[in-house]
């Protein structure tokens, strides 16, 4: 069996990938990619060679692509194009990352994982060269693997020959993607030969997100895979640009928003790396029972949550998702908090979808198709404020219609300012008078026949705060420096009546709870 055919194919599905996406997006640090032949394996017989040196007339060239030199032509137009890409999508996925905390010594630790894990093989020392790995584990590649090893420098992972694809050319992507795109994971199974993926931590429109243990640096690790279409790619460009920039203006790491670690291609996946995190703020909620949490614990989220909001809007950055499953613990037995998911995000200048934000948390002016600012994000929070001190969504419409009358019903009718901005105001309203239609369970609701006192108390302060930030008019809605300035926020004010469903904790979550307020 001839090995040339192989190297032609791998060679036109390297290059087809880059020539496919928006941007080069380059690789991992540590990459070069180099499209050669197998070394190992005579052309003609497809068996060891008892003589790796080739006689001087038949030494040929090996055409390589260097992509992951910064200096490369091809990385230049990499950090240029990316500056330039514009388009974004709007995605509910929520991905609830594992807690950074859990130890590496408990992952070693497992019977099942010592017994299937062919990295804990006494004969196998990583990292080690391409060379060397298909010397000692050429049977436990796969076709494919066996010229796609040669595309990385080092090695810090082999998995088992039974735990992945071996897949043909005649499949979708060598078997590695399903009818989505999306990338068919196998637990156990390596990502770039240096991530075993142990669990999958969510999925969502526009991808999954791996629990992976890192070979290299010995961690645990959030590994997002963005689906294999075009339009995807554009997206992951979108969302690496903008995590790079929020990484790199906040070096020391206080702005509350999740860190990405690496960022590069496997399989024709755009790949994110980052750190660990724990449960999400909703998963908090149900395991009280969706009875609330502590106002002050409430308060400390709401900081942290403010911090990072500013932090986006000093820089310009729309969240366009903020929702409780998008805020994780950054572990389980501490109150910290990080913002995660820029899937959707973009920079104010650079808006391009105009329906963003999960339904629950968004913005009237998106709705109604008015130009959208970082003031969206600032509505969303009132939103989720609302959300963690009762157990229960502020606005959970069943619809789009339904969506607009319950914010009607709490906050009365738009100004006609706003009317008169929006392009879309036929959808909701009838000469400026709402249109009053009833759900699938046949409910009315009426402008202002419920004020925000019938889901947070009477306690006055909190009152102000969620009035001014659940503002229909975005240029009035307070501004993240502003809350943070707020009574409410900054913890200035004397205990008044609370709302009986918010003063409720589970037995299950009160040690959290405890423990949490102490730090």
């Known amino acids: 069996m001839s090995l040339e ?64 030199s910064i200096n490369t032509p091809r990385s230049q137009r990499f950090m240029k194009s990316i500056v330039s890409t514009r388009r974004h999508k709007n ?29 804990n093989a006494n004969f196998i020392s990583y990292p080690m060269s391409p060379s060397v790995a ?50 068919n994971v196998v637990y156990g199974d390596h990502v770039m030969f240096r991530y075993e993926v142990i669990s999958m931590l969510g999925r969502g429109a526009f991808g999954q997100v791996l629990k992976c243990l890192d070979h290299k640096t010995k961690q645990l690790m959030a590994v997002k895979i963005i689906r294999n279409k075009k339009r995807f790619h554009k997206q992951g460009a979108v969302e690496v640009k903008i995590l790079n920039h929020l990484k790199n203006h906040d070096l020391k ?10 960022y590069f291609i ?33 308060r400390r989220f709401s900081r942290q949550i403010l911090v990072s909001l500013k932090y986006t809007k000093n820089h310009g950055i729309i969240h366009c998702d903020l929702k409780p499953e998008n805020i994780l613990l950054t572990a389980s037995n501490k109150s910290t908090i990080k913002t995660i998911d820029f899937g959707s995000s973009c920079f104010e200048n650079e808006r391009i979808y105009t329906y ?17 600012t970082t003031a969206i994000d600032m509505w969303s929070f009132g ?11 502020l606005f959970p419409g069943e619809s789009e219609q339904d969506q607009m009358l319950r914010i009607i019903e709490v906050l009365g009718p738009p100004p006609r300012k706003i009317l008169e901005q929006s392009s879309r105001k036929q959808v909701f309203f009838d000469e400026n008078k709402p249109r009053i239609v009833p759900n699938t ?71 959290f709870v405890r423990e949490s307020l102490q730090m």
Not at 137 to 145: A, R
């Open 91 to 119: 995605s509910n996925a929520s991905f609830a990352f594992d807690s950074s905390k859990e130890s590496l010594r408990s992952v070693k630790a497992s019977p099942r994982r010592l017994e299937n894990s062919y990295s």
């Open 134 to 183: 298909f010397i000692k584990l050429g049977d436990q590649l796969s076709e494919f693997e066996k010229t796609e090893i040669y595309d990385y420098q080092k090695i810090f992972f082999v998995s088992p020959k039974q735990k992945k694809i071996h897949g043909t050319h005649f499949q979708k992507n060598w078997g590695y993607d399903d009818e989505r795109g999306d990338y």
């Open 253 to 262: 790491d206080t702005q509350n928003v999740v860190r990405m670690q690496s």
């Open 441 to 511: 369970k046949g409910k009315l609701r009426f402008p202002s026949t419920k004020p925000l006192q019938a889901f947070v108390g009477n306690e006055p302060i909190l009152l102000d705060l969620l009035v001014k930030i659940l503002d229909w008019d975005p240029e009035v809605r307070l501004l993240p420096e502003e809350a943070l300035q707020h009574p409410w926020v900054t913890g200035q004010i004397t205990q008044t009546s609370r709302s009986p469903r918010r003063t409720q904790v589970s037995a299950r979550s009160r040690s």
């Open 266 to 298: 496997f399989r024709k996946h755009v790949c994110i790396a980052f750190e660990m995190l724990s449960i999400n703020l909703f998963e908090l909620i149900k395991m009280n029972n969706y009875t609330g949490l502590p106002e002050a614990l409430v």
């Open 383 to 393: 939103c989720i404020v609302t959300e963690l001190l009762t157990g229960f969504p």
């Open 5 to 68: 055919p192989k190297v032609h194919s791998r060679t036109q599905r390297i290059k087809s990938i880059y020539h496919a996406l928006p941007v080069n997006l380059p690789l991992d640090s540590t990459r070069r990619m180099h499209i050669r032949k197998n070394p190992i394996l005579d052309s003609s017989t497809n068996t060891p060679r008892d003589n790796f040196k080739k006689e001087p007339n038949s030494k040929q060239k090996i055409p390589s692509l260097q992509l992951n």
């Open 356 to 372: 963003i934000q999960s339904r629950f948390y968004r913005a009237p002016e998106i709705m109604l198709g008015i130009p959208y």
